[in-house]
């Protein structure tokens, strides 16, 4: 099966897909430069991009973190993006009432792992008719992940992605089991790997109120899930990692996008000519 977005195909055997941007919607200037300078990357890689960032944050380590610069503003910054660098846009819905206003700013639709599971919201995001992407929840077997695109499917729509993030190992840590990508692609369904929410370490940062992260094997995990077969990739990026406003631990550094798009190009070509 495969699933548009505009013009860009998921699935069949088509292009790695690049779903690329800064965890939080921050400021204009810095949304607007990201999203060109990705642009530029994937371009010069032939990737084609899907534009990422969240107008929101409802999962917080802290209740003083920071959750987004308000919604209508940041919406109207990512509706920018699509406008001015002809992007397709992908965001965070954590609630019934974000559906149908993200729906109108954002071309796909993400159900957060958290709330993989969550019925009224994976039927709403079903009904807008937008592509919707469902994180498969930390705490989730990849073959249960058919239920959760079941319940997108029953709404009529069937652009439904499924995104590989890790499992819970222990405390503090996730494990990116590579056989749940071959899994989930037996729903049918494409299957995007999350590189950078993998390397979190959830809550290990005590004394900051935040989570860690270990980004030197964000290009690793990166490279094995393209060997392994993934029709998109998942990269939070972001120009100043440790001054991000959210996820700063787990974000890879704008200036070495070029190179890790580089190398998971060749292998996505390498991969597809066997």
């Not at 790695?16 to 919607?25: K, M, Q």
């Not at 807008?128 to 499917?153: L, S, W």
């Not at 494990?175 to 692609?185: F, G, H, N, P, S």
């Amino acid at each position: 099966m495969t699933v548009t977005i505009g013009d860009i195909v998921l699935g069949g055997g088509a292009r790695l897909v690049l779903f690329a941007g800064p965890c939080v919607v921050e400021n204009r200037e810095m949304i607007l430069s990201t999203a060109e300078a990705l642009q530029g990357a994937a371009e010069r890689q032939g990737l084609p991009l899907v534009f990422k960032s969240s107008f929101v944050k409802a999962n917080r380590t802290s209740g003083r973190s920071f959750t987004g610069i308000g919604r209508e503003e940041a919406l109207r910054i990512l509706d920018e993006v699509r406008q001015t660098c002809g992007l397709p846009v992908i965001t965070d819905v954590h609630t019934l009432e974000d559906v149908a206003s993200a729906a109108e700013a954002v071309d796909v639709l993400q159900i957060p792992a958290f709330l993989c599971r969550q019925t009224e919201l994976l039927q709403a995001a079903g009904r807008t008719g937008k592509a919707v992407n469902i994180k498969k929840g930390q705490f989730m077997a990849p073959e249960d992940m058919e239920h959760a695109a079941a319940k997108v499917a029953e709404t009529g729509n069937r652009r439904i992605l499924l995104t590989e993030r890790g499992t819970t190992f222990g405390y503090h840590n996730l494990v990116v089991d590579m056989r749940a990508l071959v899994i989930m692609a037996r729903t049918g369904y494409p299957v995007i790997l999350d590189a950078t929410h993998a390397v979190q370490l959830p809550g290990a940062d005590a004394t900051q109120a935040r989570s860690g992260g270990e980004p030197e094997f964000i290009a690793p995990i990166a490279r094995a899930g393209v060997a392994v077969g993934c029709d998109g990739l998942f990269v939070e990026v972001h120009p100043d990692p440790p001054h991000a406003l959210s996820d700063a631990a787990s974000q890879l550094a704008l200036g070495q996008v070029d190179d890790l798009l580089e190398q998971v190009a060749r292998i996505d070509a390498l991969r597809k000519g066997w």
